[in-house]
């Protein structure tokens, strides 16, 4: 069974940085594709990004490109969010999300329970 425990949300102000962690377990990940999405109360959930957890290729949506860097510590089994530039409108619960099949755009993800960020103006 997949696990998936995101840590490291919190308060921070607008221009501030964070780095969000998930914690991964009950696979071997070679084959995955793990990322991230958020969702912002009333709205859909939104992709945020993900990293072929095999190659380390990585890819964003334009939104938070150039802000937000995904990363892997494989021996670990831990995948990070590192967050700068933060705006207001980046407050929203992040969720970690892994595929076996491919990308985390498709189906069958496993999800996290999700770690608030809210960034303040």
């Known amino acids: 069974q997949v696990q998936l425990v995101e840590s490291g949300g919190g308060l921070v102000q607008a221009g501030g940085s964070l780095r969000l962690s998930c914690a991964a377990s009950g696979r071997t990940f070679s084959t995955y594709f793990l990322g991230w999405f958020r969702q912002a109360p009333g709205k859909e959930r939104e992709f945020v990004g993900q990293?072929?957890?095999?190659?380390?290729?990585?890819d964003y949506p334009d939104s938070v490109k150039g802000r937000f860097t995904i990363s892997r510590d494989a021996a670990k089994n831990t995948l990070y969010l590192e967050m700068i530039s933060l705006k207001p409108e980046d407050t929203a619960i992040y969720y970690c999300?892994?595929?076996?099949?491919?990308?985390?755009?498709?189906?069958?993800?496993?999800w996290g329970q999700g770690t608030q960020v809210t960034v303040s103006s």
């Open positions: 999300a892994a595929n076996p099949y491919g990308s985390i755009l498709y189906k069958g993800n496993y």
């Open positions: 990293i072929n957890w095999s190659s380390g290729a990585t």
